[in-house]
């Protein structure tokens, strides 16, 4: 272990493995955001845990407005809330919002075409109204999403798939003069969503979740998709030079503290689609909408706001994968 390994907050050190046990207080904000986040999460209790949707099922109402306005956008980046523990005793709060800046990389199952991209690629037999982004497992933002599951996910966990919990994803579209508010659930999926071996119990459920809002576009095909083969796509989807940023120093540490693995230097670029360091850390995030709001303010004085709300389930527990529209004020 290397002697400067100590700089690292409590937080990391859990993540990175650095102690073999979970700390007894992150322990505790794990019941904490759980509770915390409950009142986030009451909407996802109409939703189904089928893994398929039926044919019936079309797209959202907000899908082809939303996607003609991300054509508008040089770069369809776009902030993501999520939980984060207060490390504040004196804090009023036990929990505190975390925001950044993510790039939108298309509907799960539709990754963009990129002529560059040598992945080997699942056919279109599928699509869905779930936004992606990429992320580097390492970030804060993979154990948030863990530990504020209704699964009550621990933290060593975060290594695998997985995940659940609350996130808002907000889009500001200047071109259309619109935002996009998406409010749900985000899961992770990880290099063990699929392989040899005993599956997870988050690749289960990630699959079980993510799968209920696919929509089957074209049976001839089904059987062969693979959730390993659209990771990888994703992955060869990005520039050399972005692939090689998964095997950068770890992010948010001291740049006093040396590298403990060799491997970690910045400025990489990586060709190898498998390239081992780059795909450990690599990881796709699916946002699973329960709410959508659109606020349009392209005619000032005539600001409009709709909330397209996922209706799962009926009163009879019967599955509809609906959408209820109702506009507000603005």
Known sequence: MHKHIKTITSFQQVIYGTYRTVLPERKKFFNIASKASSRLLRLARTMSTSTTTPASVGPAPWRPLFLSHLSK??????????????NDKNSPTPYLPRARYCIYRGMWAELPENRRNEAPRNDRVYESDLPTFTTDVRMEKVPEIFASSQGHGEVEQSQGSGGGGPVEAVFWVKEAMTQWRFKGEAYIVGQDIEGSGQESSGARTVKTKIGERMR???????????????????????????????????????????PSDPNWTLGQKVSDLNDEVARKNFRVVVIKPIEVEQLDLSVPDKARRWRFTYIGLNGDGEKIGEWKKEELWP
């Open 216 to 258: 089957v576009v074209r049976e001839d095909g089904k059987d062969n998709w693979s959730w390993g083969k659209e990771i990888t796509a994703h992955f060869g989807n990005l520039s050399p030079g972005m692939r090689g940023g998964f095997k950068n120093p770890i992010p948010g540490t001291p740049v006093s503290q040396p």
């Open 73 to 86: 956008m040089d770069s369809p980046e776009f902030v993501l809330s999520s939980l984060h523990p207060s």
